[in-house]
């Protein structure tokens, strides 16, 4: 970076002498202070003075060949004057280096364009008119260094610090800013190279105020990177015009004509920017609240996902409750309707739970129920299977396209299992923690109802109560 930096600072020195009215080397707009500027910004003041140094060198040797020695050290030593005094009141005035704002943008003209421009031209127009001493007058020779170091800090520092920092991928802008870039720089072309002066000049010739319509659609819709690429280009080109001999601003001295045409340059360039830079400005918030609702939304969606989940499952045990119950045997029952496939339900029953509480204690007692839908869990496991808390220490299955065989066979290894477990029960005539289980099967009928099979899983959960506990029961009803 420390390499090329002279470099850029050289041959953009280079390039405005060559756009420079002779003899007197008057420019149109002066830009290699945008590129010490530019850079201070963009990284921070960092190395700074090594930065200044090797611009300052540069400045001198390619001032070397236009003016005296002494001239060229004056000079370059105006222009750094500048650019610090500008970094430095940017800096104090507390400015953000992107310009990106409307209000930093105001603060960089504060700084650049009018304070540090102003300071160095007076600078620079004492040390001509002291040495030379036959220059133009004092007042023309500040306004016309003024204006130009002015316009090329205001142009070409946005524009060099949008080429540094990455473009946003949200201003994909390139298709209709080159298709608006073309059109301007056409009639760019056409205006600026109306006529060669003198007599063949056309009598109605365009004007380059014509120029801020294309340049204000770009600042509208495209980025400031665009707007100022634009404006740069309009700069040079008409910066070209008006010393090669073409009169775009009409018949004037030769000063004037260099004054008109910075006038025009100021005002496509503080219009057009200042339009690019708040419409950025307001493209950038209306994107953040986007953002802000999108992650907003994301984040409803979610609760609401969360809390669907959580109104159809039982907190204490994490297994369906009693709506998703409902909810599942209605769907199960219309699908076996509909394929003529059998539905089985089993119904559990922790035995002697009162008991079990009264002995060990309620906590105690959540955590067997918290066992007991582990255990069901992890047998009942076919896809469709269904394993709900169907109120205090009931737990329920549904088992779609489970034949009789299978699901008393299930409920069988679950009973077994958790008194295998052998949980301590000592109010238990069993001494373990036992339960008993209804179960039914039913290929759904056109006049039968959910009810049926839950009606019959209970009479044969009853029975198993009734028969001793711990114990499978199956309905008597036609299994499939
Ligand atoms: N710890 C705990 N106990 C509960 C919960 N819900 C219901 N119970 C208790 O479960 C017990 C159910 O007792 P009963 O309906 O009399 O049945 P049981 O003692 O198991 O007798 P049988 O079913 O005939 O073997 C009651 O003491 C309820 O307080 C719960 O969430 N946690």
């Known amino acids: 970076m420390l390499l090329l930096l002279p470099l850029l600072h050289f041959a953009s020195v280079k390039l405005t002498l060559s756009l420079a009215r002779s003899p007197e080397n008057e420019v149109v707009v002066w830009l290699p202070n945008a590129v010490l500027l530019a850079a201070l910004l963009h990284w921070r003041g960092r190395r700074g003075l090594a930065m200044a140094a090797l611009t300052f060198a540069s400045d001198v040797y390619a001032n070397l060949p236009v003016f005296p020695a002494t001239h060229a050290v004056l000079l370059s030593l105006c222009n750094l004057g500048e650019v610090t005094l500008a970094w430095l009141l940017m800096r104090r005035l507390g400015a953000s280096p992107e310009l990106e704002r409307i209000q930093d943008f105001g603060r960089f003209l504060l700084a650049g364009p009018l304070i540090g421009a102003l300071t160095a031209s007076m600078m620079a127009g004492l040390a001509l008119c002291t040495l030379d001493g036959v220059h133009p007058p004092y007042a023309t020779l500040v306004l016309l260094w003024w204006f130009g170091d002015g316009l090329g800090l205001l142009i070409y ?248 065989e299978d699901a008393a066979a299930l409920a069988r290894t679950i009973c077994a299992t958790l008194q295998a477990q052998a949980r301590p029960h000592m109010r238990s005539p069993l001494g373990v923690l036992t339960a008993s289980m209804g179960v039914a099967t039913l290929v759904p009928g056109k006049d039968d109802s959910p009810d049926t099979l839950f009606r019959l899983a209970d009479q044969a959960l009853y029975e198993a109560k009734h028969k001793g506990r711990n114990r499978v029961e199956q309905a008597d009803a036609p299994v499939g």
């Open 157 to 404: 520092t946005p524009l060099l610090l949008s080429f540094l920092r990455p473009a946003s991928p949200r201003t994909s802008d390139w298709p209709q800013g080159a298709a608006m870039m073309a059109v301007t720089l056409a009639a760019a072309a056409f205006i600026f190279t109306q006529g060669d002066g003198g007599d063949l000049r056309p009598h109605v010739a365009m004007t380059p105020q014509l120029l801020l319509i294309p340049l204000l659609y770009i600042a509208a819709r495209c980025s400031l990177r665009c707007t100022a690429l634009a404006i740069a280009l309009i700069s040079l080109g008409s910066a070209w015009s008006v010393t090669t001999g073409h009169h775009p601003f009409g018949d004037a001295s030769a000063h004037e004509t260099i004054l008109r045409t910075q006038e025009y340059i100021l005002t496509l360039s503080t219009i057009g920017m200042g339009l690019a830079i708040m419409l950025g400005e307001q493209r950038a918030l209306a994107h953040e609240l986007e953002d802000k609702v999108r992650a907003r939304t994301e984040e409803l969606e979610a609760s609401n996902r969360l809390l669907a989940q959580l109104s159809t499952t039982d907190s204490l045990t994490g297994v369906a409750n009693r709506r998703r119950f409902d909810e599942a045997l209605a769907r199960e029952w219309a699908r076996a309707q509909r394929t003529g496939e059998p539905l089985s339900l089993g119904l559990l029953d922790v035995d002697y739970f009162k008991a079990y509480n009264d002995h060990y204690g309620h906590q105690a007692g959540d955590e067997c129920l918290r066992q007991v839908a582990t255990l069901m869990g992890d047998h009942v496991r076919r896809a469709g299977d269904l394993v709900a808390r169907y109120g205090g220490e009931e737990f329920a299955f549904i088992s779609p396209a489970a034949g009789a």
